[in-house]
């Protein structure tokens, strides 16, 4: 039997919606963990998620909004589980199709939710701005990266503990980049990954601009094509890397922020007693 842990990595989230959906993602997927990974939030805001009286909920808040990537990474790393799998605040993957995705582990070392497959269900509206910019990223990843999705930035995936221990050393990318650096390094260190159509919901209120998002996305994946072809013994990209200031490892990085966030009482403030 295996056991699961789900991050949900969140900044500013409508508390309300948040507690419903960590209520439905027990219910449907009867979690070992669920741990919620709060980005700056404000003090009446922190107080209230850590008010949700939910088992097996753990809250970690940072003092600063560290992205998605360095926020999941956090999580992934707290967990001890065989199966990981993160999904965002908003509820936007209903917990049922999140556990369609975690399933497809039984045959796959990365199982990526995806919104823009053929046999996917979108519910509600999206502004054509978003859907082009969206469509149009995907399009530039199929043709830059070994895996060949529909889409990359779908925020419910699910990986295996020992696929993780493989990657987590691979990932550099902070923000909403990290989810195409993981599945591109996935892909690179030949693990399996698999594409699962869901059922998602669009929701309002998102605080993610469309254009400046895809701007870095873009400049990420050309990133992740590159560190890829590199771990194919590219001597193109190496060459490349030998000019380049060698980056820290997100996970290197978060074990220096846990340190920060162990020396604090809790609220963003040194605890000096």
């Not at 556990?99 to 919104?115: H, P, Q, T, W």
């Not at 990843?141 to 930035?153: F, I, W």
């Not at 923000?175 to 309002?204: K, N």
């Not at 190496?238 to 490892?249: M, N, Q, V």
């Amino acid at each position: 039997m295996t056991s699961l842990g789900v991050v949900v990595p969140g900044f500013r989230p409508d508390v309300e919606r948040l507690e419903a959906y960590v209520g439905d993602l027990v219910d449907a997927l009867e979690p070992a963990a669920v741990r919620v990974e709060l980005d700056d939030p404000a003090p009446d805001t922190e107080a209230l998620v850590r008010d949700i009286d939910v088992a097996p909920l753990s809250v970690n808040v940072a003092p600063v909004r560290r992205g998605k990537g360095a926020a999941v990474t956090a999580g992934f790393e707290a967990l001890d589980t065989d199966r990981l799998a993160f999904t965002d605040a908003d509820g936007s993957t209903p917990a049922a199709e999140l556990g369609r995705v975690v399933d497809a582990l039984d045959g796959a070392d990365l199982a990526v939710g995806s919104r823009r497959h053929p046999d996917a269900t979108v519910v509600g509206h999206r502004t054509w701005g978003r859907r082009f910019l969206g469509d149009g990223f995907a399009w530039l990843a199929r043709r830059l990266l070994a895996a060949d999705l529909h889409d990359y930035q779908c925020g419910a995936k699910a990986i295996t503990a020992d696929a993780w221990a493989t990657v987590r050393g691979y990932l550099y990318e902070p923000g909403f980049g990290w989810d195409v650096e993981l599945v591109a390094m996935a892909a690179a260190l030949d693990r399996r990954v698999v594409e699962v159509p869901i059922e998602w919901e669009d929701q309002p209120g998102s605080t993610v601009d469309p254009l400046g998002t895809v701007i870095d996305l873009g400049a990420a994946l050309f990133t992740a094509r590159h560190r890829a072809k590199r771990l194919g013994d590219s001597r193109l990209h190496d060459a490349i890397a030998d000019r380049r200031r060698e980056d820290t490892a997100l996970v290197d990085r978060t074990t220096e922020t846990a340190i920060v966030d162990r020396a604090t009482d809790g609220r963003g403030d040194i605890d000096r007693r």
